[in-house]
T-cell receptor, first 115, second 114 residues
Framework: AQKITQTQPGMFVQEKEAVTLDCTYD???????LFWYKQPSSGEMIFLIY??????QNATEGRYSLNFQKARKSANLVISASQLGDSAMYFC????????????FGKGTSLLVTP | EAGVAQSPRYKIIEKRQSVAFWCNPI?????LYWYQQILGQGPKLLIQ????????DSQLPKDRFSAERLKGVDSTLKIQPAKLEDSAVYLC????????????FGPGTRLTVL
């Protein structure tokens, strides 16, 4: 069964607008971590933001925030004030358990920021 | 601080040939991962090392893929013989110990098998 679901294959947003990228997850673990990565056309996966399952506050990192709704098992990424350089693939990933367990990734969402 | 290094960046081979990829993790990162990313999909774990020991290789096609991390630092991933379906980006990542246990990725090696 798919552990991470990203239902939006592609999204468009105008420069300076905010955009939400959806992510739902499936786990029976109580302890887990949720990550968002950005992958530009160059191919490197760039870490953006992290949310732990026990964190009560939504994570924020600059223009990125994570809308964490534990009961709904969703971890949506919000990018505020979009920039042209935000155009890339975005992947949601989950680490079940603690420490160094491998990540399960979704299929990604392609974001295109237009002028 | 230097990031995760990978080489080569691109490789084109014919099916049934062999190929090897190299990864140098961030200094001090004990845990190293190799992921395979097929076009249009998210990365999928192939193998995970802790120092020079294998933690998880359950998804590694062992009939053709092998990996090693002899001195607990650099790692190599080998495919022999390659198949058309091995065309993918091979990503190496290393782990920063301590919460939130973030994995940092290298630039990847894009393999095309003809």
């Amino acid at each position: 069964a798919q552990k991470i679901t990203q239902t939006q294959p592609g999204m468009f947003v105008q420069e300076k607008e905010a955009v939400t990228l959806d992510c739902t997850y499936d786990t029976s673990d109580q302890s887990y971590g949720l990550f968002w990565y950005k992958q530009p056309s160059s191919g490197e996966m760039i870490f953006l933001i992290y949310q732990g399952s026990y964190d009560e506050q939504n994570a924020t990192e600059g223009r990125y925030s994570l809308n964490f709704q534990k009961a709904r098992k969703s971890a949506n990424l919000v990018i505020s004030a979009s920039q042209l350089g935000d155009s890339a693939m975005y992947f949601c990933a989950m680490r079940e358990g603690q420490e160094g367990y491998a990540l399960n990734f979704g299929k990604g969402t392609s974001l295109l920021v237009t002028p | 601080e230097a990031g995760v290094a990978q080489s080569p960046r691109y490789k084109i081979i014919e099916k049934r040939q062999s190929v090897a990829f190299w990864c140098n993790p961030i200094s001090g990162h004990a845990t190293l991962y190799w992921y395979q990313q097929i076009l249009g999909q998210g990365p999928k774990l192939l193998i995970q090392f802790q120092n020079n020991g294998v933690v998880d290789d359950s998804q590694l096609p062992k009939d053709r893929f092998s990996a090693e991390r002899l001195k607990g630092v650099d790692s190599t991933l080998k495919i022999q013989p390659a198949k058309l379906e091995d065309s993918a980006v091979y990503l190496c990542a290393s782990l920063l110990a301590g919460e939130p246990y973030t994995q940092y990725f290298g630039p990847g090696t894009r393999l095309t098998v003809l």
